[in-house]
């Protein structure tokens, strides 16, 4: 059973949990002895509330208890699709934004007002560095943040300004962040510069479910492709509107969370063979990492590879003998 969004257990069902816990019932009626007046009074309401969050199922009587170790890994699988389903809808408002943008301009007739949209758009690969370079030198975000699904905007980035851009990132109380593909890290002409990047104080982690291109920093500017979804998007539109930047930050925070550090792809492959190791499926693995199925499946072997396994029993006994 799934778990669904519930506050933390209450005294009473957690002194239930406990008791069953201890003594593994395997029906109600077998529980009912081992507790006191009161609880016995509240059981219902007591198991409906375990049941809700994913520590034990009761079928016709029957008692049937979850490990905690698996319940805790349901009830965090299941916030993780809760988050990542709230992405996808801030992203979907995302694609629509340039368009609904160009049609507002469009039917912007009355002069005088005010317009509530701040932004401007910058064609061409070449011009963007100015403007980077004044915010960064200028504005001085705390957290300036970019998603590349293509390492080569991080490459056009340094091209032809790499003193600058290296001078402007190693300015006091900035401290960007990068979000990758993991395809990227293994990309030889990506490593040197993203260990560079790394050298100058910049966070870099690897997703591999990448919405597009976008840039926050979520006191002062977003950038958005003008085609919502590019990951090296030819125009790109910069907004200085405050709900716009604070719905960018929220899914740039997301993935964030979701994110892995790039200094724990030398053994990318432990918690994966961890979860596998407590009876999650590949899917179920990938969810609660925010990886897709192929890169589970990759670490899987690189697991094997690294431990000597040749099958995924052998994997699971030198995985044992190494914890």
Do not use: C
Not at 181 to 192: E, F, G, M
Not at 299 to 304: D, G, Q, S
């Amino acid at each position: 059973m799934r778990p669904e969004e519930t506050p933390l257990l209450d005294a009473e069902s957690m002194a239930v949990l406990l008791i069953a816990y201890r003594a593994r019932p395997r029906t109600v009626d077998e529980l009912l002895p081992l507790l006191d007046k009161a609880s016995v009074e509240r059981l219902d309401a007591t198991l409906s509330a375990l049941e809700l969050a994913g520590f034990l199922t009761v079928t016709d009587g029957e008692l049937l208890l979850e490990s905690p170790y698996m319940a805790f890994i349901a009830i965090a699988a299941a916030r993780m699709e809760r988050l990542q389903s709230e992405t996808t809808r801030t992203v979907t408002l995302m694609e629509s934004l340039p368009l609904l943008i160009r049609n507002w301009d469009l039917g912007e007739a009355r002069p005088g007002e005010d317009h509530p949209l701040v932004a401007s758009v910058v064609h061409g690969r070449e011009d963007r560095w100015p403007i980077w370079h004044r915010h960064l030198t200028e504005e001085k975000p705390k957290r300036p943040s970019w998603v590349l699904p293509d390492a080569a905007m991080l490459r056009e980035m340094f091209a032809g300004n790499a003193e600058s851009m290296v001078a402007t990132l190693q300015q006091g109380g900035v401290r960007p962040r990068f979000i990758l593909r993991p395809d990227a890290i293994d990309d030889p002409r990506n490593q040197q510069l993203v260990e560079a990047s790394r050298g100058v104080g910049v966070d870099v982690r690897v997703l591999d479910n990448l919405p597009g291109w976008f840039y926050v920093a979520s006191d002062t500017l977003a950038g958005l492709p003008v085609t919502w979804g590019e990951s090296r998007p030819p125009s790109v539109l910069f907004i200085r509107t405050p709900p716009v930047i604070a719905a960018l930050d929220v899914v740039f925070e997301t993935l964030w969370a979701r994110a892995e550090p790039v200094h724990a792809q030398a053994h990318g492959w432990e918690p994966v063979v961890r979860l596998l190791a407590q009876g999650m499926t590949d899917e179920a693995v990938g969810r609660y990492l925010g990886l897709d199925v192929r890169t589970v499946r990759r670490r899987v072997a690189e697991a094997m590879a690294d431990l000597g396994a040749t099958s995924r029993f052998a994997l699971g006994m030198a995985w044992k003998e190494r914890s």
